[in-house]
């Protein structure tokens, strides 16, 4: 008997993979000339420094905190930290997820063992929920905190859980778990664009404007 | 709408760039801005959350140049800007952000926070909104010689009186000199020793210099409350001046922003570079040191610490200069705790200072510094700014802190190589 959750496996992997992938595309391309089209006016003061040199370097370098900063936000920032990497190590090197880009566009790379990947799943999801503590009990964190935060938090855990309870079987019709973990995956690629998950693509353009500005005075970034 | 109101979202509208929303883009609201802002540190306001005071533009931002906002807007879901909002927005735009940079600093996803209040006072400013000092002194400037009113017949005073004292003739007005040098209201009102110090440096040097009651005053007010057109008719009396006086270059005094609005802002607010060039004092100094133009002999032995100006260290890039010249003249240097591109604000920066209204929150604020000094229980503070010098010896005097504050040209001057120099310090 054909399991009833099949065409639902097989909708999330065809059609709708195709739509996700479309608005997550287009929508990042569309954001992205958005921010490019308002162009910047260029600088007439003579530079002190090199801005492209510094610009580019800042993208990098403003990855490690600025001393000190850790103690006065350690949820923040370990939390941060532990989140964006389980995320990537779960999301390229699992075997399955290889497998699947290497079907789209003919790339591939090794993998990690199902142990490390589980290993940073587990430590992404925990670290989700420390981040949700902190949003929620540190009062600037909590000023701060919009509709958007709340969505892409969840956003970005449902992967991961509905990932995990799949692969391990845990509970409920491992076709229906894999159909969810994929539809998740899609909600989060259809929202990318469209919430502060874009900073996972202007990151690297607030940075190197951030090292420019700063480069062409001779200052540090 | 009112007309006012219109105004101020226009200029705010033209603040609005890539940058601007490459940055409100990336924001992920992780709020560690707020952990480098010496104004939430001291208060624990999480209304002081750098990030929360361009809340505002952010919106305008929204709402005009995204999709989904424009289609909000479409449909009347956009929250519009009214002036009940900017009025409210006074209180974190201008008293309690000196714009010192070191949001900009930490910022995880790199975001130049500093530039952005800049640009959302540009808004604020058109839309008739900011301290009333700043205005006030907006209009002396603008109508005048300088945001203290006419100071000209002050400075005949202070250049004869330096002249006097050094004996060094100091010409008002002399074509083709190396440079230009402009003060900030600051020195010529209270600390007019900076005057006789450059005249016995450069003298030494060799290097040729003038001043002029057209362009003396290096103080640009229209920086500091966001107006472009003050800020351009400020920097235009001093480019005319120099332009017409054939200068090599202008000095910019000991004062942050004045380094800001002069080298940096200047060429973008006239639409065209210098044909000479701006060196800061300090720069200038190091310059001189490097090329062994400036000696000095003895040393200041008493316990000696430096403040940086933010604008002139980290929104200027002028770091190790002052360093290599502390090294030179005193014996017991000590840094303080984040001293160099980390340094804490003076807390008067950015029209804090003059905005009667912040008084309370900066008091507040300098208790950063206080604790900073306490540390290293200086004798004697010294720093590359005028106003950062002002608003120490307020602040210390308020918290009983008996410590000297110095201006680094002065400090340098003292201990300078001049055996023509008869009032030089006992060695």
Redesign the interface.
Known sequence: MNNPYFDLLMWARGPAFNIALFIFVAGIA??VV????????R????A??NPVAQGLK??FT??V?????VA??PI??IG?YIFHMGFFVAFFLFGPHIAFIDGLIGVSWPNLSRVIIESAVALSVLALFALLYARMA?????????FD?CLVWLLSLLPMVTGYVAVNKLFGDPTLMLALHILSVELLMIAFP?T?L??AV??V???????A??GR????? | MTATLERGLNALREQ????????F????????C???CIF?RET?D??F?P??KLDLMRRLWRNE????GRLANMVGLGRRITDDDLSAWEELVYDSCTMCGRC?????????IT?MIRKMREGMSAAGHGPVELIGAAQRHSDGSSPMGDLRKALRARVKHASQETGIDIEFDKQGADYLAIFSAQEIAEFPDVIAAMARIFKKAGVTWTVSEDAYEATNVGVQIGNRDIARLLVGRIVDTAEKLGVKGVISPECGHAYQAL??????LI???YTFEVVHIIELLDRLRAQGKLKTTGKDTTRLTFHDPCQI???????REPRNLLNMVADDFIETD?AG??NWCCSGGGGVGPNERANAVQSKAFNMKKRQFEKVAPDKIVTMCAFCHHTLEAQLDDNNMDIEVQGLTELMAEYLDDETWERGPER
Request: include cysteine; hydrophobic fraction near 35%.
């Open positions: 569309l954001r958005e921010i490019v089209a308002l162009g910047r006016k600088d007439l003061a003579p002190k420094g800042t993208i403003r990855s905190p600025r001393k000190g900063l006065y936000a923040t920032y941060g540190d009062p600037v964190r909590r000023a701060l905190t919009t935060d469209f502060k874009m900073h202007t990151f353009m607030a940075r190197y404007y951030n090292g500005i700063q005075k001779g200052a540090q970034s | 609005i760039d890539a940058p601007v929303a490459a940055f883009s990336s924001c992920v609201s992780c709020g560690i707020a952990e480098a939430y624990h999480p209304k959350t990030i929360r140049y995204t999709l989904f900009t600093m930490a910022c995880p996803v790199g975001n130049d530039m080298r940096w802002e200047g060429p973008n639409g065209r570079p260290n980290r929104r200027g890039g002028i770091d984040d591109t980390m």
